[in-house]
């Protein structure tokens, strides 16, 4: 373990990002000769640091779930960095890497093999990443799964079919505990689970920030949770961060797309008025020039908005990607 501290000691994480994405972007290629080129993840830069939880929103197809996997080492970005304290995450070992960055995935049966015993499947991963432990694997099994509020008894000669989705999902989080990491990235973690216990989901990444100082990504398009849980959000659009700060751009948003997303939330103690037309457009439609957003912009400038990309403005503890800013 010592040799794995050594990596990285020379990083100041008061200053530094813990994971950081530098100008990434992800391009597919579909057809028999790769013909179609869709650029899934679009130039995004943003921080994570320590001890903190960063949501990541946006509608299907912006490029959350892909943001994910390039920062999990799923997918290598096309082009651009991915940092872990300062280091191109593609430099690191994947076991070294492991043991700081863990996933916690949508789907929380498609996480575990159904045909082993839960327990099994964690003792597994205690010895593959901490074989000097074996002695210390019960004591280790029963702090991460004390985290998530459950115990080695729950698991005992279980399988993952007999637990359900709110349980299963408290597993997932209690085994990526297992090495210690010092990040999550979570992707849609609480979308497959009752209404009921999400709450109870995110109040376990809100504990594990305060008591162990862990960094979270948690990736969903729920506005109302992630103004919960998160301390910073970062909006997408068709692969493009359109906005991003401190939680309150959720409150008092400043893209057009942004504000968009919150008229779409139900509101009891709101009086309907007649809202924003904003335009219907599908996610998958690109443009080669001008702002993302164009045709679907109730405020688009004519003479710029649709030839030329906006400048990112800083306003504040937010930035915004938008010529009525860049204007201004």
Known sequence: MGCVLALFKEVNLVDEALLELD???????????????IKAVDNV????????????????GSGKSTIAKLILKILKPTSGKILYRGRDVWSIDNKVYYRRVQGVFQDPYASF???????????????????ELTSKITEELERALSKVGMNVKDVIGKYSHEFSGGQLQRLSIARALLVKPEAIVADEPV?????????????IFIDLKEEEGLA?????????????VSDRVVVLYKGQVVEQGTVNILRDPAHPYTKMLLEAVPRIDYKWTT????????????????????????????????????????????QVKCWLYAEK
């Open 113 to 131: 093999n159904p045909r082993r015993r839960v327990l099994d499947i964690f003792v597994d991963t205690m010895r593959n990443y901490y074989a």
């Open 275 to 318: 809202p924003l037309r904003y335009q219907v457009e599908s996610v998958q439609t690109r443009h080669t020039t001008g702002c993302v957003f164009v045709n679907r912009c109730p405020f688009r400038l004519e003479d710029k908005c649709a030839k030329l990309e906006p400048h990112v403005v800083n306003l504040g503890d937010s």
């Open 216 to 228: 979270s990504i948690i990736i969903g398009h729920d506005l109302g949770l992630a103004s919960y």
């Open 191 to 203: 979308s497959m689970v009752d209404a009921s216990t999400r709450i109870d989901i995110l109040n």
């Open 23 to 37: 100008s990434v972007s992800k391009i597919f290629t579909t057809g028999l000769l790769g013909g179609t080129r």
């Open 45 to 60: 830069s943003m921080k994570v640091y320590k001890g903190e939880i960063l949501g990541i929103l946006g509608e299907s």
